[in-house]
């Protein structure tokens, strides 16, 4: 499983790419906001840190807007995939995008409807977002698990892409199911390679170390 980092904080993703962890980038227009910068500057920086994937989403909802844009984007670097919603001009967009060589991720998947028309169309990467279906009481993990079986049924290319995750166990359970990526925020990844059992491991060699160290 590949994990990708879903924030467009510069740090953030220097930091977690000198951990040897992170194998592509997701923005969106959210995120490119928080951090009060253009979104041409920050996808070339974060190219200039991170050699895989980087999404860069459309802000257009018509078909023209998203091809104008994502041809745009597609110009800044070669590891950009073009982000455009689960919308039938997403689809549209998808399909001719992918005959003018231009990698993209379908973005807001809610259903497993959705996805299989994004697989169809050509989508590489296929984003669902689990945290915001269980917000409203509905299972995203279920949604994973059932993209995955149709996938591996009929052998589909796209990646199954595990998006709007909140914690640890929404990597560890996308894991199990086999999603291709997870794209995960900064403070999950902390909590990751967070156990006070480790914490405690060093404390006690650290002080076993002391009794013995000038002898
Ligand atoms: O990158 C899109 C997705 O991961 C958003 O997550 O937390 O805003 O639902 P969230």
Not at 116 to 123: F, I, N, S, T
Not at 138 to 159: P, R, V
Request: glycine residues 6%; hydrophobic residues 45%.
């Amino acid at each position: 499983m590949k994990f990708f980092l879903d924030t467009a904080n510069i740090e953030d993703i220097k930091k977690y790419a000198s951990w040897g962890v992170i194998s592509g980038v997701t923005t969106n227009p959210t995120l490119i906001a928080k951090e009060d910068v253009s979104l041409e500057k920050r996808i070339k920086e974060i190219a200039e840190v991170v050699d895989g994937p980087i999404s860069a989403e459309v802000i257009a909802t018509d078909l023209e807007g998203m091809l104008e844009e994502g041809r745009k984007y597609a110009k800044w670097h070669k590891n950009i995939y073009v982000k455009v919603p689960a919308t039938p001009e997403g689809l549209q967009a998808v399909k001719i995008f992918k005959k003018e060589g231009i990698h993209t991720n379908l973005t807001l998947v809610f259903s497993a409807g959705q996805a299989l028309l994004a697989a169809k169309a050509g989508a590489d990467l296929i984003s669902p977002f689990i945290g915001r279906l269980d917000d409203v009481c509905e299972d995203g993990m279920a949604l994973i698990a059932e993209i995955a079986q149709i996938f591996q049924n009929y052998n589909i290319k796209s990646e199954l892409l595990v998006a709007s995750i909140r914690h640890p166990r929404h990597v560890i359970e996308a894991a199990m199911i086999g999603a291709d990526i997870a794209t995960i925020p900064a403070e999950v990844i902390d909590k990751m390679i967070k156990h006070p059992l480790t914490d405690k491991g060093i404390e006690k060699f650290l002080e076993d170390w002391e009794k013995v160290a000038n002898k």
